[in-house]
């Protein structure tokens, strides 16, 4: 057994054999033709995007997908049926007598490569668009529309190099277990298609001689992993998690309307973290309370130069409006760490989690940190926008940041009332949260720096991975100290670290005073499901046990002990 590594893009568990597929290398004849075919020509290209329309058309009904994946189709068929590439295909099929395959091909490419020179992510993504219809031409032209799929069924995972859009639906047809891939990033639109049809994927995964056809693969995609040929225990384990998660899911669909409140009437704010603007959508559609934590450092990572004020702008509105009044908590960017940035200045740090990460690259470079502030403010006006600041280690950065946030609102002359806080990741700012607490208007716990910091353990080490365990004492008195001191000020405290999706732990952040949970979107109805069963009075009276015992078993014990009394 093999366990390969990647990236979790779109959850899930998928268990099946490995089929693997290549790009299609399109072999047809690319030639002249004679003036007498040109009607000929224009007419095959006619019936070409009738049949592609018709197809999108069929998936926009067949498939039932958010509003932003049903645009991506609809942009493609605008693509399809523009008439400026049909007239540029059509001269070049008349005045250089091509024939229609190698004018597609010429077109094409030239308009392929133009979007590819802007060097923006989204004509990245536009270059990626007009591939994927080009190639649905050339695949429709020449009836190999199935082709590609034809190994396929519900026991198969995919695996390729790369995936364009329209594939995605044919394998949400198929029902394939997962796809595998080596490239593709969370931000594509064939992932953001993928999400939509629920089919697990795994991205970065260097297959080439690791993964062969018919081995049997696992694409655990919640943890961003693939095992190959796995032991029969292990096997399985996930054939038990995956009926599980099935049965759950459809159960939790019945929450959705209801509130986060325990079973004794205590309200808990339950948000969703989001790292990509439209990841708004999905999160309205669970009902969350709002958006605890949005990581905008997405927006500015995988891409050769930064994003512009204006782009950052339609980003945050979106989310803004989208989110209809609810709250949204934007962090303003964490990069550094492991979230580098082609475009990062190159710092030659040897311990990058101890560098100039979140606020300290924001201090260091306030042309960037500004351009973002500004762009967060303009949108404040469409939603309920807040801003958080990570990594604060110190009141003085904190209100360094707060002055910039001044700044901007005095250049921009707007006066928008947006709430500031801190996010509580690093022990030193926990220690003096009573101090920070007078000056933010709200703390978020990021549980998993504030472990990582608290116990000295790169939190995405495997090879030490035993230590980076939140039943450590050290951290638990942490968070409790920073909830007493929100409290205490009467401010709102959340935690949004990976943590308030732990069901072991839920209970006990709400004992500490925590009031608001911020968990990926995917976690949200199973802890609101938690919430809804928890007695608070039962929890609220059972002894504190964040005391004096340091012993890390113990306190996993009285942790489980405790959940066995508070739940209905
Ligand atoms: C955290 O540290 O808990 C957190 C939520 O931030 P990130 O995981 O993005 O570092
Ligand atoms: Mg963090």
């Known amino acids: 057994m093999e366990i390969i590594k990647g990236v979790e893009v779109s959850l899930g568990i998928g268990i099946g054999t490995a089929v693997l597929l290549e790009a299609q290398e399109h072999v047809f004849d690319m030639g002249l033709i004679d003036k007498s075919e040109i009607e000929n020509e224009q007419n095959r290209y006619h019936q070409a995007v009738e049949i592609i329309s018709k197809n999108i058309d069929n998936n926009l009904i067949a498939f039932d997908m958010s509003d932003e994946d049903k645009d ?18 059509f001269l070049l099929i008349s005045e250089k007598l091509y024939n229609l395959e190698f004018a597609l091909h010429i077109y094409f490419e030239k308009t392929i490569n133009y979007f590819k020179t802007l060097e923006n992510e989204f004509y990245a993504e536009r270059a990626n668009d007009y591939k994927d219809i080009y190639e ?28 364009s859009p329209s594939l995605i639906g044919e394998l949400a047809k198929k029902k394939v277990q997962a796809l595998v891939l080596s490239k593709g990033n969370k931000t594509s639109h064939a992932i953001i298609l993928a999400r939509a049809a629920n089919i697990p994927v795994v991205t970065g995964i260097a297959f080439v001689g690791k993964i062969a056809n018919g081995d049997e693969l696992i694409v655990d995609a919640n943890k961003g992993e693939v095992f190959v040929n796995p032991d029969k225990q292990i096997l399985q384990n996930y054939y038990d998690l995956k009926q599980k998660d099935k049965h759950d899911a459809e159960s939790l669909k019945n929450i959705i309307g209801l509130p986060a409140e325990t079973s004794d009437g205590k309200t808990i704010h339950l948000l969703a973290n989001i ?39 339609e980003a945050y509105k979106l989310v803004a409006i989208k989110s209809k009044g609810k709250p949204v908590v934007i962090r303003t960017m964490d990069i550094g760490g492991d979230k580098m940035a082609k475009w990062y200045p190159h710092l030659n740090e040897k311990n990058p989690y101890l560098g100039c990460r979140g606020i300290r690259f924001s201090l260091k470079y306030p042309e960037i940190f500004k351009t973002q502030i500004r762009a967060i403010i303009r949108a404040a006006k469409y939603g309920n926008l ?79 991975a035993e230590y980076y365990n939140p039943y450590n004492m050290a951290f638990l008195r942490l968070i409790k100290m920073t909830a007493e001191a929100a409290n205490r000020h009467n401010i709102p405290i959340a935690v949004c670290g990976e943590l308030a999706a732990n069901e072991s732990f839920v209970p006990l952040l709400i004992k500490l005073g925590v009031q608001e949970l911020s ?29 004096d015992i340091a012993d890390v078993a113990k306190i996993k014990e009285n942790i489980s002990l405790m959940n066995e009394k508070v739940f209905d």
Do not use: W
């Not at 493609?76 to 049909?86: A, R, S």
């Open 136 to 163: 649905r031409l050339i695949n429709s032209l020449h009836n190999n529309n199935q082709l590609i799929t034809d190994d396929l069924d519900d026991m198969s995972v995919v695996v390729m190099d790369d995936i």
């Open 275 to 313: 790292g990509m603007p439209e990841e708004i959508n999905a999160a309205m559609d669970v009902n969350a309370d709002g958006v605890g934590l949005f990581r905008t450092e997405f927006l500015y990572m995988e891409r050769d130069n930064l994003p512009t004020e204006e782009e950052q702008f």
């Open 519 to 547: 968990v990926n979107v995917q976690s949200l109805l199973r802890i609101k499901r938690l919430i809804r069963k928890l007695n608070y009075q039962a929890l609220t009276e059972y002894p504190q046990i964040i005391g």
């Open 386 to 464: 807040l801003i958080m600041f990570p990594l604060i280690s110190s009141i003085e950065e904190f209100r360094k940041a707060k002055d910039y946030v001044e700044e901007c609102k005095k250049e921009l002359k707007l006066a928008e009332l947006i709430k500031i806080g801190t996010m509580i990741e690093i022990p030193s700012a926990a220690l003096i949260a009573d101090q920070l607490a007078k000056e933010s208007d709200f703390f978020s716990i990021g549980t998993n720096d504030l472990l990582q910091y608290s116990v000295a353990v790169d939190r995405n080490n495997e090879s030490i």
């Open 72 to 89: 991506i189709f609809e942009a493609h068929k605008l693509i399809l049926t523009d008439p400026v590439i049909k007239d540029g295909v």
